[in-house]
């Protein structure tokens, strides 16, 4: 394939095209034509991508990383090759594939993979032939197993039966074996100090295996199952192994999905007691040159031997004890001072080890010789890293859990170093914490009827319905490393591998690039300092994150289920986040706080921003939403618990919050949930999200589905695209539906302030009303209704669709009056004005109208939401105001932080040059 960009008439007149659309929002409407179209033309050339590492120190131990580049509409064709080379022009190999393509069918997304071969700070992406790598991935499905080689190591996958990875062998010394999952489940709990707690343990089933790519530099499988005792098995799960050419290690994705029963008010079911991945590790050499290193503060680490030779009350010789707590082989006990060599067999092995972070705040580590004698206590320390190894100088197995104490109950096993097989556990739940208790938190408090819940809603904020605050269904994503090593690694290494544990590398194109490509609507721009106007709103949203970033930690917002949250409302009285009250706790995407902080990302590349957003989208993701049973496709409101709610609806799974982590990524398991949600249209024949306080009379009908406007379909055609763009399995339906929906919204007689519609799920279009209705919420549109406008405007051509859509945008914040003149009626009492202060701003550069770009920052400054006058800071509080010592800003809460963030960040890239 040449590397020739692609040359188009349809590319010409896309030039054209926008140099008209985005001439008046930079300010140039006096340019000429001539210069408009040339600089759009220079916009549009794809030149070469600078990628950088996300934080300083390179790829260090990792086996890989990689990254998602956007390219500008009729930049390269589908079957574009990439190259990829140092700084200084080295060629690096480099695996590349498309994530997504424009609608002329030219890349819009690649992906770019590269092994441990090449150390460098920064690379260029160009077009061009891909350098081979010197080791290539290997993959051989032949046999009875999938034997995936780097070159450096080889791992033998299983096909069938409970072992996931049958062996890892680094040359011809086996490293590790029998990988597999456990389960413990128990069946009671008891609230007393009275009892037997009795559990099961449940082995991993596997039921399907498949190569998703297979090299040569990168190799991807993916194994499906459940966990398995006797005829009963439960908790699926879905593993992704990845491996890259040279590396001397993979990495594991662990998804589990909760199918257990646990009913309110009893205390029988199925709750987890302990949830890991184990190995086997085969132990070769003398019990002195035997190591153990387990990870605690930061790099900290414990170094030890299993049968130690330093502070005995006689010295085998200061070079031999430094080689020993080294991890170097020790020179023959001969050359010992006989006084130790003679009574090696009197000194203890120290076999077994366990470090358990039962919180975010504390782990402790104790040793013991072996099963059935007592435990000694061997430290402790705040927040492990998850990192441990057990091996010695003939090779061993490096292993780490990610976000280790950030999702405690966590736990690291190792056992029987002193034999001659050990056997390592890294547990996502410990089992020396509480078995996972996922029941309801009350008891209904007699709302039995619906008038009854709109009660308690209107105290609480809580929307509750019987039955309906079930975790039947939702997912939890870990991630894990692990290493062959061929010898016990050096202290310098190890801390390298725990840095890859903490923060996996992580490659990444600049925000020049993303801007340059307009992808994601071209809603964002670079941060802004050059007058005073927008160095303010700079400081604000660099005081909002941080604000929120020091929240998690005072707060505590952590744990298995927890950790990637935020809380929606605070309670100033109190001087704390209101946890335990209804609706008004953990935050669930309410109002799109994903989105504000990935286009927080975008626009500056920050590390911390991507690490905050990234946490946020595993979890919104996976624990928000339902994977399994009936409400498969739905996601929960705001809650006490992250499922207690009975608001079930679309906009919560919205794709829009996992497209930008995906693009930026290439990651699978995110590729899988915007996948599900192509056909979650068929939800709303299960669930009528309004059911509550719908007063016409309605039963959810196939050909007649009501479907909002705004909340619902900004969720739905999210996904459709998603899907169309990817050219997923489905995605000739996903487009049909993108257009179809476009084309009735648009028909109808008020547009998008009708509000809602009839859909019908075999055509795909929603029936045209007979008489117009102004159907306006202010939630309609803040669920990234106009991050998804934006984008389709600039992707389909359909002029109907784009003036329904700027007429909604110049009526929401219209004067009641106007709305009238131009409807009939005006739209009630609205809110959350300032949020919508970007829907001016977005119609006003798409219609060159000067008066909405006026109202927009009229409207960001001086409506609702948080204004120039706020204290803009935070007071210190300690005990005994609360409980931990920290900081508070007690006029800041979530809806407003989202909605303002994205405000200021659309607004400053669509009108900077229009600020008042």
Known sequence: MSPIPRRSVLKAAAVAGAAAQFSWALGTQDASAATRAEAAAAAAEPDPVTLNWLEDGGLGAAPGSTVGVPWPKGAYDKDQTFALATEDGKEVPVQSWPLAYWPDGSLKWTAHAIGPQTVADTFTLTAGAPAEPEKKITVDKSGGTIDISTGVITAKIGKSGSTLVKSVTRGSTEIAKNGRLVLLRQGELEDGDQGTQKYERFDSAI????????????????????????????????????????????????????????????????????????????????????????????????????????????????????????????????????????????????????LSQLSADGFTLRKRTKKGHGWIAAGGGRRASGFGYVGGASGGLSFGLREFWEKFPAQLDIRDAHTDEAEVTLWLWSPEAQPMDLRFYHDGLGQDTYAEQLEGLNITYEDYEPGFGTPYGIARTSELLFWANDSTPSPETLAQQVDAVRTPPQLTAPPKQLIKAKVFGGLFSEPDRSTPAKAKIEDHLDFLFTYYKDQVDMRRWYGFWDYGDIMHSYDPARHQWRYDVGGYAWDNSELSPDLWLWFAY???????????????????????????????????????????????????????????????????????????????????????????????????????????????????????????????????????????????????????????????????????????????????????????????????????????????????????????????????????????????????????????????????????????????????????????????????????????????????????????
């Open 207 to 354: 039921s399907e295996v498949k190569v998703e790519q297979d090299g040569p530099v990168r190799a991807v499988v993916r194994i499906d199952g459940k966990h398995r005792r006797g005829d009963r098995a439960w908790l699926p799960f879905s593993i992704r192994l990845y491996f890259y050419a040279g590396a001397e290690s993979f990495r594991m994705v662990h998804t589990i999905t909760f199918d257990g029963s646990q009913e309110p008010g009893k205390a029988s079911g199925d709750f987890i007691r302990g949830l890991g991945v184990r190995f086997t590790v085969p132990m070769r050499d003398e019990a002195y040159d035997r190591h153990i290193r387990i990870g605690g503060d930061e790099t900290g680490l414990l170094r030890e031997a299993v049968k130690g030779i330093t502070g005995l009350r006689r010295d085998p010789g200061a070079a031999v004890q430094a080689a020993q707590f080294e991890g170097k082989k020790l020179p023959d006990p001969a050359t010992w001072d006989q006084r130790v060599t003679s009574r090696l067999h009197l000194i203890p092995t120290w076999g077994d080890y366990t």
């Open 602 to 916: 975008l626009r500056s590349g920050r590390a911390d921003i991507f690490r905050f957003a990234e946490a946020m989208t595993r979890h919104t993701g996976e624990v928000d939403v339902y994977h399994l049973g009936e409400w498969a496709g739905l996601g929960t409101r705001h809650g006490v618990q992250h499922y207690a709610d009975s608001a079930k609806q679309q906009r919560i799974a919205n794709t829009t919050y996992r497209r930008y982590y995906y693009f930026l990524t290439g990651d699978e398991r995110v590729g899988d949930l915007m996948h599900a949600n192509v056909d979650s249209d068929e939800t709303f024949l299960v669930l009528d999200p309004i059911r509550k306080i719908r007063t016409e009379p309605y039963t959810p009908d196939r050909h007649a589905l009501s479907i909002g406007f705004g909340t619902d379909w900004s969720g739905l055609v999210s996904a459709w695209l998603t899907e169309w763009e990817r050219m997923g399995p489905k995605w000739e339906k996903a487009k049909a539906r993108v257009l179809s929906t476009m084309e009735t919204i648009a028909a109808q007689p008020n547009g998008f302030v009708q509000g809602s519609g009839l859909y019908d799920l075999d055509t795909g279009k929603f029936a045209i009303a007979d008489k117009p209705v102004v159907g306006v919420s202010h939630l309609s549109a803040v669920f990234g209704l106009n991050e998804l406008c934006a984008e389709l405007i600039d992707l389909v051509d359909m002029p109907k669709f784009n003036e329904a859509y700027f007429d909604y945008c110049r009526y929401f914040n219209a004067t009641k009056a106007e709305q009238a003149a131009r409807y009939g009626s005006n739209f009630g009492s609205l809110l959350l004005f300032q949020g919508h202060s970007r829907l001016d701003a977005y119609a006003a550069v798409q219609t060159g109208d000067e008066k909405l770009a006026k109202r927009a920052w009229d409207k960001f400054y001086n409506s609702d939401g948080y204004k120039e006058s706020a204290p803009w800071k935070t007071e210190k509080v300690s005990g005994p105001v609360t409980l931990v010592p920290g900081s508070e800003a007690n006029w800041v809460y979530t809806n407003d932080t989202a909605l303002y963030g994205l405000a200021a960040i659309e607004n400053l890239a669509l009108l900077g040059d229009r600020m008042p």
